[in-house]
Structures are given as C-alpha cells and as structure tokens.
C-alpha cells in the first residue's frame, strides 16, 4: 500500500529535522559562528524526537516488520559512536 506524503516516514522525518534546526540557529546567531558541536547536538536531537515516529508506527497493529525500527536505531547509535 502507498503512504500518502504528508503521512511517509521520510516527511516526518524531515519535519523534526527542521524543528531541531532551532538551536543550531538560536546558537548561531548568539555567537555568531556555527561549530560542529552545534551540528552533532541538533543530529542527536533530531534522532532522539524522531525515534517517536518508529515507536508510534511499530505499535500499530497493523505493522509487523521490525526492520525499519532496527535500521533507524542501529543508524542512532553509528552516529552517537561519532560524535
């Protein structure tokens, strides 16, 4: 079955990316640079409030496959073994 656009995990993915985009910017422009310290805590948070999304959509009973919730955190945890 399709997924309409405004329910894809990518979309809602991308949305809490750019809500998480507010402290990089608020942190910018009080300094007045932008460090890689800024951009691994807004990878972090938006890895962190995205996780909601595999939470919700794995406890629907309609939804069986483990493999997008494996994926996702297995990714999580290559970025938080980076930083």
Do not use: E
Not at 35 to 40: E, N, Y
């Amino acid at each position: 079955m399709v997924q309409s656009p405004r329910k894809s995990i990518a979309n809602k993915l991308v949305t809490f990316a750019a809500v998480c985009l507010c402290a990089p910017f608020a942190y910018a422009a009080t300094t007045g640079t932008l460090s890689l310290t800024a951009m691994g805590l807004w990878l972090l948070n938006t890895c962190y409030f995205s996780s909601s999304i595999f939470s919700v959509k794995l406890r629907k009973p309609k939804t069986n496959a483990l493999l997008p919730g494996i994926l996702y955190h297995a990714i999580a945890d290559i970025c938080l073994s980076v930083t």
